[in-house]
């Protein structure tokens, strides 16, 4: 996938017209929040495709970084997403390097206190500027979506927990190191704790 072959044989053309005009991390976001209601779940938990984003008209901040990554990875960018670990409630965003630094690109039910154009120099920083405004935020990881291309994860129809076990088991950066430990292992949606490594 790259820039030159973005018009895959499996989109739809609803898909490629989408993946044609959002040809930069400023129109991905821009659509994702002014064209993509914020999934809220009604019917029960999702953990949707970009194929299935596109046809229901909404996502979530893990659906919506997926969607980025899936959008971008057609332009050349590689599709990595930033979990941000939370006591409360994690959020993640799709983030790249624009030569300078690192962006994001985010789907959210509210504002977060960042500026969505600054580049940052590391991606503690650019945590860190989201935690302004969550601070329950405590550390992060990054997933590469690349691992899971023979899973087909832009136009598969099944939900992608596969993905969300992932960063389960991932090692995440502590914002903030415990007892000189600088990483350690989220707790899964059962609540376990925290184990540092």
């Known amino acids: ?16 017209s989408i993946i044609k005009k959002c040809n930069t991390p400023e129109k991905v976001h821009n659509w994702l929040n002014n064209e993509i209601d914020y999934n809220h779940e009604p019917n029960g938990k999702t953990l949707q495709s970009f194929r299935r984003v596109v046809r229901s008209g909404c996502a979530y901040c893990l659906e919506g970084a997926l969607t ?30 624009n030569g300078d630094g690192i962006r994001s690109v985010s789907k959210g039910d509210r504002l977060y206190g960042y500026d969505q154009t600054r580049t940052y120099k590391r991606t503690r920083d650019l945590v860190i500027a989201y935690r302004k405004d969550n601070p329950h935020f405590r550390g992060w990881t990054i997933l590469d979506l690349r691992q899971f ?25 502590a914002l903030f190191h415990k007892n000189g430990k600088r990483m350690y292992i989220s707790p899964d949606e059962d609540g376990k704790k925290l184990i540092w490594v």
């Open 1 to 16: 996938m790259n820039s030159n072959n973005f018009i895959h044989k499996e989109l739809t053309m609803k898909e490629s």
């Open 149 to 173: 291309d023979g899973l087909d994860w832009i136009t598969v129809e099944d939900d992608l927990w596969v993905i969300e076990k992932k960063l389960y088991t991932m090692k995440y950066h």
């Open 68 to 97: 980025a990554a899936a959008i971008l990875s057609y332009h050349g960018y590689a599709p990595k997403i930033l979990c941000i670990e939370s006591s409360r409630e994690d959020h993640n965003i799709f983030i790249y390097n």
